[in-house]
């Protein structure tokens, strides 16, 4: 079985592509899939990413890591007029006509829902198998749930209509399967996947701290409760909003320490709003922390707090529940259709506040949880109960879906 995966250039994946070695970060259900296919006997791999935006990164065809022999084809997005619009639509002309022959040739088809308009043409103009991949909805169910929103993406709208062999989606809270079921063909056959996890002390490599370290290293005094944040410091993960919370917690209960992992653009904002408000000494940005030291930071707290307003079904919550962690995050929306799986899921293990009252809510939540030790011990002894009978490996997630993916290409 030949299979072609036609992706966009994920970030996690440039610094592989720019120094030829696989170390890929960031979104292990689209490489730990790869890795799996890679050595899946009688299964031919070959992976076109197009670049959608400007990336300091250069064409490589053919490309194969050490130790793997599946083909990588990198073509980058080019400024040609530097004129958005033009240049957006001659990429997405030179991009299509590269990989058309490599779709002739294939088996399946599996790509990723910023290429919908490549996979309708490639369904009804070559006849192929065609395998959706939605790595979650993102902003589309806003995005198409006017007239005016539709018609605006029009092309794209339409083709999410098709009819393609197969849907896959994660379980993510972004709301899949509402989406699946009103904008995607209904004769369209579907799956909703959670994501696996790595159970603590079985990780790729080992531990290089502990819990422990952790707590001397930022001085958390044992009279404090840790809350930890883990995420993208950007917008859509809600880290304005827990450091704003923060300092409303403060005036209330000074009984706690916050540790906030992760980089990005709102960094130098968000450690300003902390200087203001005098919080030095109670919050502590730790940067980037290597994957195999996450489950460290997530035993050092008692509570993890989860913002993203995309959807809180994501790996870090995912993470944080197989540690028997408290957990504070987002009730459903229901204008929106997020978080539904994750109150679906968590109910019995987390705490919910409301995305449009969360510095009302949440700063009232924590100091719920500081002041009750019984409670918190209570909701992270669900989550480890829903941990066990609930999550699955990744290596049996994987081999999920890669059992969907022949079934699909031999019916």
Known sequence: MKILIVTRIYSGLVESFRKGTWKPRGMPAYYKLIEALDKEEGVECEIICLGKAPQDIKLKLGLIFPGMKTRFHIVPYRKIFRIGGVDRVLNDAVQFCYAAPFVRGSDLIYTDRVHIIFASFWKRLFKKKVVIRLFGIGRLIQRFRTPAGRLKEYFRYLSFRNRFDYVICSKDGSGGEYFIKRFMNRKTPYA???????????????????????????????????????????????????????????????RFFALLVGEGDMKPQLKRRIAESGLWEKAVFAGSVAHNDIYAYYEACDIYVSLNLIGNVCNTVLEAVNAGRCIVTFAPDKKLHTDSDTHDLFKDAAEFVDRRKTSEELPIKLNELINNGKKREELAKRASEISRHEFISWEERIEKEIRILKKTARS
Do not use: C, Q
């Not at 790729?204 to 502990?210: A, G, I, V, Y």
């Open 192 to 254: 909703i996947l959670l994501n696996g996890i790595d159970r603590p002390g079985k990780a790729e490599t080992p531990l290089t701290t502990s819990s422990e370290d952790i707590r001397r290293r930022y001085g958390i005094g044992e009279d404090k409760v840790t809350i930890l944040f883990l995420a993208r410091m950007s917008a859509d993960k809600g880290p304005d909003l827990f450091v704003e919370s923060l300092t409303k917690l403060n005036a209330i209960n000074e």
